[in-house]
């Protein structure tokens, strides 16, 4: 990694690109991080806050925001956190730089079926990769509690140099060289999630969350195996770590679009009144299909689907789900 101006570089502010900032900049003398808004680039520079991602946090004079993409060139690492379905089009768009890329984005890309990963391997062939990936809610992480998450890397040198480079007091991360599985945990939990905060808007009960997310876990195992993750990254923390979490609480954006669903309202209404983003809603139909094409049964992430689309409604998906035929239980 080259002598840079910025030890680490944040691409994109919103709530976990800017929580990640404040962590970054406990541990680095200056961090900088790019914003697509103008407001929250002069929100971050003047106010310091950017209360359009991430309302309430004071953010550190260290961090300093651009709207210029190609002033990342100036920055030895990236941690990249766009949305899933616009990291594609980002890392294209980022100057030439030989720094390591942290995809930091839960999700399957839409049409192509690739993790962030292979998107980065196909943009930026250059630059070496990693991901980032655990149970990591971004007002959580800002505020200081104690957080540990997964840094999948297939070199271990690189993975212990980019452990150095971002652990902090209160974060936490453990190298897998695993980067397929960290990547499918923490796409697929996003679905799940939804499915749970169905389960709560709808008022199925706790135990029909608790058995969500075990099903739910059977269903990340088997897609995980297919496309070549390993099993205890599916458990660890980017897989059922994070899936615990975003099952477990409103505070995802995920299980709350799922509460709307339970409680009857419609995904294009739910949608359309946040400027936050739900991965799952995305992930959800390219997670169907791609598990269709390889001949894996998913039938919550399917049921999730038909909600979404206004195909079904809870009950329907909710006996479907409960009528299958009887089996053994395992992945
Ligand atoms: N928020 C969290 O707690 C958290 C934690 C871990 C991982 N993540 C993941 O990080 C990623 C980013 O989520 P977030 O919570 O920071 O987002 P957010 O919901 O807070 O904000 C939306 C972001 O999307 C960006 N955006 C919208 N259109 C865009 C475009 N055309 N090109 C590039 N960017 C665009 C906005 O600028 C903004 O940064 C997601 O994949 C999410 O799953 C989020
Ligand atoms: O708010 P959500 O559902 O996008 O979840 C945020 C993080 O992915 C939790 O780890």
Known sequence: MSESRYPVGIVGGGAWGTALASVMAQIHPEVLIWAREIDVVTAINETHENSLFLRGLKLASNIRATGDLAAMEACGALLIVTPAQHVRATLAALPRTDAPLLLCAKGIEAGTEMLMSDIAAEVRPENPLAVLSGPTFAHEVAAGKPTAITLATANQDMGAMLMRLIAAPHFRPYWS???????????????????????????????????????????????????????????????????????????????????????????????????????GAFTAPVLLKSAQRLGIEMPIVAAVCALLEGKAIVGDVTAALLSRPLKAESW
């Open 177 to 279: 060289e695993d980067v397929t599985g960290a990547e499918i945990g923490g796409a697929v939990k996003n679905v799940l999630a939804i499915g749970c905060g169905v389960v709560d808007g709808a008022g199925l009960g706790l135990n029909a969350r608790a058995s969500l997310i075990a099903r739910g876990f059977a269903e990340i195992q088997r897609y995980g195996l297919a496309r070549g993750a390993r099993p205890e990254t599916l458990a660890g923390l980017s897989g059922l770590g994070d899936l615990v979490l975003t099952c477990s609480s409103d505070n995802s954006r995920n299980f709350s679009l799922g509460r709307g669903l339970g409680q009857g309202l419609s995904a294009d209404a739910l949608l359309a009144d946040r400027n936050t983003v739900a991965e």
